[in-house]
């Protein structure tokens, strides 16, 4: 069976500091897809990004790094110089290859970011 | 950019009635999602649907829940008689051609449903 955990539900930092969010997954199958989802006040779910489980490169997009370790099954997101803007609940989510494209979210990260 | 469209964005029902929420998926998309989040919680998947038949469901999705895709655009989810434990946010999504491949899944902008 497929989980995930994000251990910190809430994370409270100053602007222009970084802030990582963690995720730690649990799953059976070889092949897997890992995503993170940006949930605003608004209460919309974004799509910010998706890792396949054969592909461990480390991505960066602007302020925003994944970490991906097969190692330690987790998938690590890095906000650098936080903006009052990132403020929102943040998931990981997994699917397994065998599962469809069915989602198992984490809890969510919680994070406020004062000005 | 193509997206998710969802009506209403907040309905308010009474206990015991019948509730029907409405998406459009992304035009080219053959996979379609319901999923929910209760307050607070989170986001829980409920059913998907491929070639007009429900091709997964989960253990919440159960009598009280159908899906249906009446025509070549929307899909819909009804709850024939709602609790009060319904309450939710329900975000419908889709994703493309290939299940398998884990395509990104892309969701509607959801639907508060308020039960009283």
């Known amino acids: 069976a497929q989980k995930v955990t994000q251990a910190q539900t809430e994370i409270s930092v100053v602007e222009k500091e970084d802030v990582t969010l963690d995720c730690v997954y649990e799953t059976r199958d070889t092949t897997y897809y890992l995503f993170w989802y940006k949930q605003p006040p608004s209460g919309e779910l974004v799509f910010l990004i998706r890792?396949?489980?054969?592909?461990?490169q480390n991505e960066i997009s602007g302020r925003y790094s994944w970490n991906f370790q097969k190692s330690t099954s987790s998938f690590n997101f890095t906000i650098t110089a936080s903006q009052v803007v990132d403020s929102a609940v943040y998931f990981c989510a997994l699917s397994e290859h065998n599962a469809g494209n069915m989602l198992t979210f984490g809890g969510g990260t919680r994070l406020m970011v004062k000005p | 950019e193509p997206e998710v469209t969802q009506t209403p964005s907040h309905q308010v029902t009474q206990m015991g009635q019948e509730v029907i929420l409405r998406c459009v998926p992304i035009s080219n998309h053959l996979y379609f999602y319901w999923y929910r989040q209760i307050l607070g919680q989170k986001v829980e998947f409920l059913v998907s649907?491929?070639?007009?038949?429900?091709?997964?469901k989960s253990e919440i999705f159960d009598d009280q829940f159908s899906v249906e895709r009446p025509d070549g655009s929307n899909f819909t989810l009804k709850i024939r008689s709602t609790k009060l434990e319904d309450s939710a946010m329900y975000f419908c999504a889709s994703t493309g051609r290939d299940r398998a491949s884990g395509n990104t899944i892309y969701f509607g902008e959801g639907s508060w449903l308020t039960v009283v």
């Open positions: 890792r396949n489980s054969f592909d461990e």
């Open positions: 649907f491929y070639n007009n038949e429900i091709s997964e």
